[in-house]
């Protein structure tokens, strides 16, 4: 079904590979569509409670392919075309989300694994904003996320200066949510996964819409849309499973509605 990504569900984990690794899972415009069609995939799938994204090879993604790229590029237009839908359905995305990144994640594949939900990078991994060594600005929701993350003033270092960060110091400032051993990397990947899967993943799509809002509007306008949220929240099997297991004096089984 896909040429430039691998794709598959295993024990409700959907699992999608960026699958060019003689190119560093370099971007092609197929491969963002195809990423695009993943997400939306799993987000629809029931039997999908967590989406895991990784990289074949040595390599996360190293951004894009610039075999092809000239004067002649319009390169708004291809952010407009490619990337943009791929970046607009990850944001899209109300399951939880995970960049286990494998290798160097540079350029726009930094820029994918910083609008996953948590980020578990391999001790070897590393990242880098590429840009700037090509006269061009971070884009792919980029800087709109990386501030969030780390603040403005670090994230405007990481793309002024262009320097190269390890995962250690990727994990001291805050950009990734935990690094794991290179040895061990995919079992620990799988059981954050596994462990994100096993929650209410329903409360965890209206935190995710939560945060995302709470950016853009007053607080008198969040506190309507915390109300909002929570009465959703309060009426899911989840919720009435996780009440009825504090009473019970036992470990709750959530499914996810």
Known sequence: MYETIQYEIQNQLAWITLN????LNSFTAQMNKEIAHALKSSEANDNVRCIVMTGAGRAFCSGQDLEGVGEEMDHGEVLR???????????????????????????????????????????????????????????????????????HAKAL?????????????????????????????????????????????KAIGLIKRSLQNSWNISYDEYLELEAQNQRIAGKTIDHQEGVMAFVEKRRPTFVGK
């Open 81 to 151: 075309s490619n990337y943009g839908p791929m970046m607009k359905q990850l944001a899209a995305t109300e399951k939880p989300v995970i960049a286990a990144i494998n290798g160097v994640a540079a350029g726009a594949g930094l820029s994918l694994a910083l609008a996953c939900d948590f980020r578990i990078a391999s001790e070897k991994a590393s990242m880098l904003q590429a840009f700037i060594h090509v006269g061009l600005i971070p884009d792919s929701g980029n800087l709109y996320t990386l501030p969030k993350l780390i603040g």
């Open 157 to 201: 270092e990481l793309a002024v200066l262009g320097e190269k960060i390890s995962a250690d110091e990727a994990k001291n400032i805050g950009l990734v949510t935990k690094v794991v051993p290179v040895e061990t990397f995919l079992e620990e990947v799988h059981a954050f996964a596994t462990r994100l899967a096993a929650m209410p993943t």
């Open 20 to 23: 060019r690794p003689d190119r």
